[in-house]
């Protein structure tokens, strides 16, 4: 079983910046695509953004050039770092990770960003 820690939520104004984490511990075996998806009020969740363990990086058409993906592999975490933040970011994001040695998708509680026009 994997657990996610996930910080780095919060209040901002339009135009400002925030970072999340996201840190996995537990019984871990490869942990292939790591990334963050986000759901609003009234919404279906969506993808924000995804890194696999060999670097490929995709994002979602709204936060690129806006947001930024990286994981560190040895602290078994993934960041998020968002700038030019819009009051359309407001959700909970959530974290996942796929551990693919056992086909297992995992996700954690979700931390909220709320950004004020």
């Known amino acids: 079983q994997v657990q996610l820690a996930e910080s780095g939520g919060g209040l901002v104004q339009a135009g400002g910046s925030l970072r999340l984490s996201c840190a996995a511990s537990?019984?871990?075996?490869?942990?292939?695509?790591m990334g963050w998806y986000r759901q609003a009020p009234g919404k279906q969740r969506e993808l924000v953004a995804t890194i696999t363990s060999g670097g490929i990086i995709n994002y979602a058409d709204s936060v690129k050039g806006r947001f930024t993906i990286s994981r560190d592999n040895a602290k078994n975490t993934v960041y998020l770092q968002m700038n030019s933040l819009k009051p359309e970011d407001t959700a909970v994001y959530l974290c996942n990770v796929l551990d693919s040695s056992v086909s297992t998708n995992y996700w954690g509680q979700g931390t909220q960003v709320t950004v004020s026009s």
């Open positions: 537990g019984t871990i075996f490869r942990l292939n695509r």
